[in-house]
């Protein structure tokens, strides 16, 4: 059964950074597609960052993309989110998403495995 485990979240002051973690276990090979959503407090999921399988290709949410940075290792089957000078407004719960998908995907619905999400709070 695939598994998703997202570890790396806290709470952190404005200007700060954190290193999301996202380990994939159980049956999901290399060859999936990974991305970062994150949702706050009463609002809807939100895209942040995709990876395709060999990790040749990124998009950003406008929102982040000179801020975070999206990377994995094939090797240990782990996906990074690398968040820099966070604000308060990035307060929100991050989760991974993984499938066996071609091409960018940035809604929720195209991906069939999700971890439990990881808290992340900032602080101004």
């Known amino acids: 059964q695939v598994r998703l485990v997202e570890s790396g979240g806290g709470l952190v002051q404005a200007g700060d950074s954190l290193r999301l973690s996202c380990a994939a276990s159980?049956?999901?090979?290399?060859?999936?597609?990974m991305a970062w959503f994150r949702q706050g407090p009463g609002k809807e999921r939100e895209f942040l960052a995709y990876?395709?399988?060999?990790?040749?290709?990124?998009y950003y949410a406008d929102s982040v993309k000179d801020r975070f940075t999206i990377a994995r290792d094939s090797a240990k089957n782990t996906a990074f989110l690398q968040t820099n000078n966070l604000k308060p407004e990035d307060t929100a719960v991050y989760y991974c998403?993984?499938?066996?998908?071609?091409?960018?995907?940035?809604?929720?619905?195209?991906?069939?495995?999700w971890g439990q999400g990881t808290q992340v709070t900032v602080s101004s």
């Open positions: 998403a993984a499938g066996y998908i071609q091409g960018l995907h940035t809604q929720p619905r195209d991906y069939s495995y």
């Open positions: 990876i395709n399988w060999n990790g040749a290709n990124t």
């Open positions: 159980g049956g999901i090979s290399n060859s999936y597609t």
